[in-house]
């Protein structure tokens, strides 16, 4: 029994991702959207953001080089480089392994949707997919589809560009002034006062925003060697405003795997 059970949920992680007549489910829970990515036909996502996004825990194992998925009485191991793993008591074995990129690590999304018996659903003409578990839900946005939001893309660019100038105050004799198309007076005072950021490093990577009413969020992972994390992501908090979308306020995360 133990042996048909392990079959059948293995073979229920195998399943392709881009299977026809899927379509995005319908819920009512507030939307968390996190990056995911295209790997040998399999969309991955980054495993701490999408199971604490459906209430789940999870831990690091650095000296294993395992992450463990707890949620109930359920628990998921997965090991970097590896396409072993164990669920409860039962080992499975996935075709695409666990990944670690810039301190996250990537694993396929039907593992830890099955895993954490969430529905999952896939939008082609988006390409986007979505996890949802009880009123909690997850969209998945891959890197053709990283701008889930109202915001324009030009103003994404030009929200991360002034970002990046904010690094430096000195540059700037008029600070208010200079930032004030683009930040709330909430943000510059903030700035002001901090007079530089906690990461003095401009960040060029994919942004992926998203917005819900009147708010928005973009955010960019990276890694830099003076850091102290294996990598960092920068959130700029948005906020529409005078007929604009604004940063209110920008906050920086360390990320492990």
């Known amino acids: 029994m133990k042996k048909i059970a392990t079959a059948l949920l293995g073979g229920l992680l195998t399943v392709s991702l881009f299977s026809p007549g899927s379509s995005l489910a319908e819920t009512t829970a507030s939307p968390l959207v996190i990056g995911g990515k295209a790997v040998e036909g399999r969309i991955l996502v980054p495993i701490r953001y999408l199971s604490e996004g459906l209430g789940a825990t999870v831990d690091w194992d650095q000296q294993e080089q395992t992450i463990t998925v707890r949620q109930d009485s359920d628990k998921l191991i997965l090991k970097i480089n590896s396409t072993r793993a164990r669920w409860n008591d039962q080992e499975l074995r996935i075709d695409v392994p666990a990944q670690a990129s810039q301190g996250v690590t990537y694993v396929p ?3 830890i949707s099955q895993a954490l018996k969430g529905t999952l ?4 003409s988006s390409r986007t997919a979505q996890v949802t578990l009880g009123d909690r839900s997850v969209t998945v946005a891959t890197e053709t589809s990283y701008n889930w ?3 324009s893309q030009s103003r994404v660019n030009s ?4 970002a990046n100038e904010a690094i430096d105050l000195s540059s700037y004799s008029q600070i208010r002034a200079h930032f004030k ?4 007076d909430a943000y510059i005072n903030k700035l002001i006062r901090q007079r530089e950021m906690k990461i003095q490093h401009p960040f060029t990577t994919t942004a992926y925003s998203s917005s819900v009413d009147r708010t928005g969020r973009i955010s960019q992972s990276a890694s830099f060697a003076d850091i102290g994390a294996p990598a960092v992501e920068r959130t700029l908090e948005l906020k529409y405003s005078g007929g604009q979308w604004m940063v209110d306020d920008i906050f920086f995360t360390y990320l492990y795997p």
């Open 181 to 184: 198309p683009f930040f709330t």
């Open 149 to 151: 939001s109202t915001v």
């Open 159 to 162: 929200l991360i560009r002034k």
């Open 121 to 124: 659903a896939w939008e082609a």
């Open 109 to 111: 999304i039907r593992v």
